[in-house]
């Protein structure tokens, strides 16, 4: 048995962070090649490995390209340099581009054709397709495409991150003389990718993929000249955003201006296709400063992701998932307000089998019942088109005082997060964003209210953003309560958030970067302490990633003590399960399935007690723990407490979608028992809802 206490951190087994994020990346692939959906959600699965990638390269690859260029060969505490990470990486997204591309000639691709979904060559169309393509091409795109040519007095573009581009090969014939010619045609993004052809077949649906179609056209941007090639390629470039918010004065402005600058951020890698000229290839390289490593060679559409609108393009539900109506619960339904059911008891909805109405009304009417005085809430990610935030804006009108606290640095959704702070500023709310240096990622809301008894609070906590679109694509908890101490505890949280506070204490909330990981830990060793003692003890935690090495090694010892530890986390895992004398005790497992996992639950046994059970916003990694604002609420209502104990069990059983973590880095399917039923713990959360 491994001595914890004795052994420094670099000596014991983990995973890397950004290979274990590969490997989860390829078991979204798995999806893709799965028969178990419907063929239009494959697509789907496809595309999101794409999606994946791109946001790795961006901002992992990009970072760790950075250390790299600036002498730093530290390794992370899973011991590997970082030169020998960035190989590692090249190797394993290589195999995961080249096998993406396979599942789609070979297995999705063969697959649609047969239900009359086509995906053709320009040169493949009928004459009857190609003069509408023609057609399409002249009125469309034509009009929008702009050349440019590469020479002493045209330099080469500024080619923006992820953009679709063709670079050209020409000649002149009336100069025989003269050399090769090369230019640039960007593809506006307002363009569609996917040109859904007309005239084809009855009752068959006809694809083009768009870089085909200014390919075969790139001609008519030249006259005169003769087109020797061309070929798409993308660029991926570093994204992530650097501001010091010690120093702005204005973070909001700050923020935009950086977004601006990622325009021309460093390139991180290179897509094209891999047909292309070698004397291309070299010039665009050295014109981008790439070396041969960052090339991946694409033996197909440049971006799969593309594929996303599919589905949509299509009318074939019987391709599709069934649809699913979420319940909403009959205690919201039957009440003049929803104030009223809280106030009597605590109430738990678990997205998208319920569904997130509620969240929305509680917003609404909170903004229109006359009794209500304030309402504070935070805003990470939210929807185009937000019912929260347009409840926000309604209750500013209202004369309510409102407080939004706008993450302007959710990364990637920074545009959006800055135009809705513009437009809830204009009609009244106030809008805050947060403590300096760190991001705020907690889910709140809290809604102060006059009552015959005086003010009361109302709260909303939960594990998801105020999305309502994700709401139906993601496994999310919300919680509604009027329960003082969380209620006092939620209002603290906001005046920590607003004004100044350095050592808030919370009673009942855990909240990063105060307490949470400090707390946490606590409870692993109260765990660890009772099974030495000999008093039963189980650990189970549902997250999206465990990467913090102090909380990995806790678990550890937790395991060596006996403790029966099951962690059910979707993507990054750090640890090593099942080493004989340190690990033995627990078991990992990720599942993936038709709803996104993003719900985070924390279970502890505490012995002979009731056990603990806490929801909240945070992964298991030093960012959730020391540089984001998270809340970890615990579920004290009993019958509520069992409700989500349950559905962990269902997770632990799920035979048909889970994954198990082996020592060695990788997974197997869960098995089954001979003679037992595959069992989907979504399909029989969706079931019970429905009934």
């Not at 063929?39 to 961006?58: G, Q």
Request: proline residues 5%; contains cysteine.
């Amino acid at each position: 048995m491994t001595d914890l206490k004795e052994t420094r951190t670099s000596e014991l087994p983990y995973f890397n962070r950004e290979l274990s994020w590969l490997a989860f990346n390829r078991r979204v692939l798995e999806q893709a090649f799965s028969d178990k959906y419907p063929l239009l959600e494959r697509i789907r699965f496809l595309s999101f490995v794409s999606s994946n990638l791109d946001e790795f390269f961006e901002i992992r690859v990009a970072g760790l390209l950075q250390r790299i260029d600036s002498g730093s060969m530290k390794p992370s505490f899973d011991g590997i340099p970082p030169p020998e990470l960035l190989d590692k990486i090249r190797l394993a997204a290589s195999s995961i581009v080249e096998d993406q591309h396979k599942c789609w000639r070979e297995v999705l691709q063969p697959k649609l054709k047969k239900e009359k979904i086509v995906f053709k060559t320009v040169e493949s169309l009928t004459p009857k397709e190609s003069v509408w393509l023609k057609n399409y091409f002249r009125r469309e795109v034509y009009p929008v495409l702009t050349p440019l040519a590469i020479d002493p007095s045209h330099p080469f573009p500024l080619i923006h991150n992820k953009s679709l581009n063709l670079i050209v090969a020409l000649r002149n014939p009336r100069k025989k003389s003269s050399g090769q010619l090369m230019a640039i045609v960007p593809v506006p993004r307002i363009l569609p990718r996917l040109v859904k052809v007309e005239g084809g077949a009855k009752g068959s649906d006809t694809f083009l993929f768009l870089s085909d179609v200014v390919r075969h056209y790139v001609g008519s941007l030249f006259p005169g000249h003769k087109v020797t090639g061309a070929w798409a390629f993308r660029i991926t470039r570093n994204s992530d955003l650097y501001v010091d918010e010690e120093e702005v004065e204005n973070l909001l402005r700050s923020i935009e201006d950086e977004l601006h600058n990622l325009r021309k951020g460093a390139a991180v890698r290179l897509e094209i296709r891999q047909d292309v000229d070698e004397e291309i290839l070299q010039y665009l390289l050295k014109s981008i400063k790439l070396s041969q490593k960052e090339v991946y060679l694409i033996d197909g559409p440049i971006n799969l992701y593309r594929l996303m609108s599919l589905p949509d393009a299509v009318d074939r539900p019987d391709l599709k998932f069934e649809p699913f109506v979420p319940r909403v619960p009959n205690v919201f339904t039957s009440r003049e307000t929803m104030f009223e059911s809280i106030r009597e008891s605590d109430f738990l909805l678990h997205h998208p089998f319920d569904s997130f109405a509620p969240v929305v009304d509680f917003l609404r009417q909170a903004a229109d019942d006359p009794q209500v005085f304030a309402i504070k809430l935070t805003l990470y990610r939210t929807s185009g088109d937000s019912p929260i935030v347009n409840a926000l804006m309604a209750a500013a009108l209202n004369g309510k005082q409102v407080t939004a606290l706008v993450e302007l640095k959710a990364r990637f959704d920074e545009e959006a997060n800055i135009n809705w702070a513009r437009r809830m500023e204009e009609v009244g709310v106030h809008v805050v964003y947060g403590l300096a240096g760190l991001k705020t990622h907690c889910k709140c809301c809290l809604v102060v209210r006059r009552e015959k008894r005086g003010l009361r609070r109302y709260a909303h906590l939960g594990t998801g953003n105020y999305n309502p679109v994700t709401a139906r694509l993601y496994t999310d908890y919300s919680f509604f309560t009027s329960n003082t101490g969380l209620t006092s505890d939620v209002a603290k949280l906001f005046n920590t958030l607003t004004g100044y506070s350095r050592t808030p204490k919370f009673s009942k909330l855990l909240v990063a970067p105060f307490d949470l990981h400090t707390r946490i830990m606590g409870l692993i060793h109260a765990e660890t302490k009772k099974s030495k003692a000999g008093i039963p003890s189980r650990i189970i935690v549902k997250a999206n990633s465990l990467i913090d090495p102090k909380t990995i090694n806790a678990l550890y010892e937790a395991s060596q003590a006996g403790v029966r530890v099951d962690l059910i986390i979707r993507g990054i895992c750090g640890l090593v399960p099942g080493v004989k004398g340190l690990s033995e005790n627990i078991r990992v497992r990720s599942l993936l399935g038709r709803y996104l996992e993003h719900s985070r639950v924390y279970y502890f046994e505490n012995g002979k007690d009731s056990p603990l059970v806490f929801l909240g916003s945070a992964d298991w990694m030093p960012r959730n723990f020391f540089n984001r604002v998270e809340a970890i609420f615990p579920i004290e209502n009993l019958s509520l407490a069992q409700r989500v104990i349950e559905a962990l069990h269902g997770y632990l059983g799920d035979n048909e979608y889970a994954n198990l973590l082996k020592s060695n880095g990788t997974f197997s399917l869960a098995s089954r028992r001979t003679g037992q039923k595959p069992f989907s713990i979504q399909t029989a959360l969706s079931r019970a809802n429905s009934d």
